[in-house]
T-cell receptor
Framework: DGGITQSPKYLFRKEGQNVTLSCEQN?????MYWYRQDPGQGLRLIYY???????QKGDIAEGYSVSREKKESFPLTVTSAQKNPTAFYLC??????????FGNGTRLTVT | EDQVTQSPEALRLQEGESSSLNCSYT??????LFWYRQDPGKGPEFLFT???AGEEKEKERLKATLTKKESFLHITAPKPEDSATYLC?????????????FGSGTQLTVLP
């Protein structure tokens, strides 16, 4: 079955440590996205990529970094510069003129 | 700035009690309105896309409608398994071709 796989499902880190969230898709989609979801707020776009080796900042990119070396993969690094990293992170992808497909998220807790 | 507002924030219904969720938007130019369902601890699941005022889409107990200012998600005779958070999102001409602006969602609970 085609889909988006995010790993791990839960992640715990100490403050000051960088952490990388994995996102892999086998839908052959060109575009991939990272969103952050906090209670009571809409999904907010962190970064997106419309083609391999290219990506753009979203609305809340500060403290995050990404890479897009392969079409299937779009890992997100949460750096120590992110002031409030505890959140639910969602990866998504889509093809031309198609709705977003989402993974099942990674819940990151930083203490 | 594009804005999407969903109401109510939370809704509790008895099984079989029909109701509607609202998504109002203020955008520079609508290129599509999307409804998603999200279960706790999961990613959103796509339900519908609407493109123009007057358009309607149906799926089982759900029907989505669109006007120039808002969209409604009507739930007819809901069942407990319809309990979830329903998200609305818009794609506009001011954003990237594939970017969406999301509302904060309506948390629906259907009691047996």
């Amino acid at each position: 079955d085609g889909g988006i796989t995010q790993s791990p499902k839960y992640l715990f880190r100490k403050e000051g440590q960088n952490v990388t969230l994995s996102c892999e898709q086998n839908l052959n989609h060109d575009a991939m996205y990272w969103y952050r979801q906090d209670p009571g707020q809409g999904l907010r776009l962190i970064y997106y990529s419309q083609i391999v080796n290219d990506f753009q900042k979203g609305d809340i990119a500060e403290g995050y970094s990404v890479s897009r070396e392969k079409k299937e993969s779009f890992p997100l690094t949460v750096t120590s510069a992110q002031k409030n990293p505890t959140a639910f992170y969602l990866c998504a992808s889509n093809g031309q003129n198609s709705p977003l497909h989402f993974g099942n998220g990674t819940r990151l807790t930083v203490t | 700035e594009d804005q999407v507002t969903q109401s109510p924030e939370a809704l509790r219904l008895q099984e079989g009690e029909s109701s509607s969720l609202n998504c109002s938007y203020t955008v520079s130019g609508l290129r599509g309105l999307f409804w998603y369902r999200q279960d706790p601890g999961k990613g959103p699941e796509f339900l519908f896309t609407l493109y123009s005022a007057g358009e309607e889409k149906e799926k089982e107990r759900l029907k989505a409608t669109l006007t120039k200012k808002e969209s409604f998600l009507h739930i007819t005779a809901p069942k407990p398994e319809d309990s979830a958070t329903y998200l609305c999102a818009v794609r506009t001409i001011s954003g990237s071709a594939r970017q969406l602006t999301f509302g904060s969602g309506t948390q629906l609970t259907v009691l047996p």
